[in-house]
């Protein structure tokens, strides 16, 4: 199965507990993408890109003229409108497609935003050339994802982990990384904020339905880490976890 249909398959299966999802519906991130766009010279046209459950479109709409939440499953996009509906966000419209081949014209968006998402995609510099595309010249662009650490010891742990647990998995990219790419890209960017998101471990592999022998295996991966590595992690007991998370605002370079 190609990536893009394993992404849509692991998060169709899986929609609506995303939106209940202590992780994801909670945040001061997401108190921030509400201040970043209210900041803004007038109301904006935003773009949410691999939209999950809406949680970035939820936070943005209150002080947007509009959000198109963008995601590869059906199923989520489903929860978003019927989420938005409740919410009386009747600014929020649905569209589906991939990150690496937006169907929209050029400068088509004010901001364009992304939430734990990223770390998904198959090709980010094809779809930071995508995003550079539609953003107005003096739009902006806010990434919010998991960081791997530097470090390529904890970093290696970091992505087995995540890859046992969710097969849709692609990498968590380290804050330089994100740096250079975005830089390539055309994005002077900024490294805004940095905080741990604690991942419940019993939560976080029924919220993928990750198979019992998977779960196993990320237990033993956990427990025979090294110890730098579980401190870094603060692994605890029962298998829970903390692990990195990064805000990211850039422009395209025209505007500075």
């Known amino acids: 199965m190609q990536q893009p249909a394993v992404v849509a398959q692991q998060f169709g299966n899986t929609a609506s507990a995303y939106l209940t999802s202590a992780v994801h519906a909670q945040g001061a991130d997401l108190v921030k993408l509400r201040e970043i766009a209210a900041d803004l010279p007038r109301r904006p046209v935003v773009l949410d890109l691999g939209c999950g459950a809406g949680h970035a479109s939820f936070a943005v709409a209150p002080v947007a003229e509009s959000v198109t939440a963008f995601d590869l499953a059906p199923e989520m996009l489903a929860v978003v409108a019927g989420a938005a509906r409740e919410r009386g966000l009747d600014n929020i419209s649905t569209q589906q497609g991939n990150v690496a081949s937006l169907p929209f014209i050029d400068a088509s968006f004010c901001m364009?935003?992304?939430r734990f998402s990223a770390h998904h995609w198959l090709d980010v510099p094809a779809a930071l050339r995508e995003v550079r595309r539609v953003l107005k010249p003096k739009g902006v662009l806010?990434?919010?994802?998991?960081?791997?650490p530097e470090s390529p010891l904890h970093d290696t742990t970091l992505q087995a982990v995540e890859l046992l647990r969710?097969?849709?998995?692609?990498?968590d990219y380290r804050p330089s990384e994100w740096l250079r790419?975005?830089?390539?890209?055309g994005f002077p960017a900024e490294r805004?904020?940095?905080w741990k998101l604690e991942m419940k471990f019993n939560d976080w592999t029924a919220r993928m339905r990750t198979p019992a022998e998977r779960v196993t295996a990320i237990r033993s991966l956990l427990r025979g880490a090294p110890e730098e590595t579980r401190g870094y992690f603060s692994v605890r007991d029962d298998g829970s976890f903390s692990i990195d998370s990064t805000l990211f605002i850039a422009k395209p370079a025209e505007s500075y």
């Open 181 to 185: 790419m975005l830089n390539e890209a």
């Open 192 to 194: 805004v904020d940095d």
């Open 166 to 171: 969710d097969g849709s998995h692609v990498r």
């Open 112 to 114: 364009v935003v992304t």
């Open 142 to 148: 806010v990434i919010i994802d998991i960081t791997a």
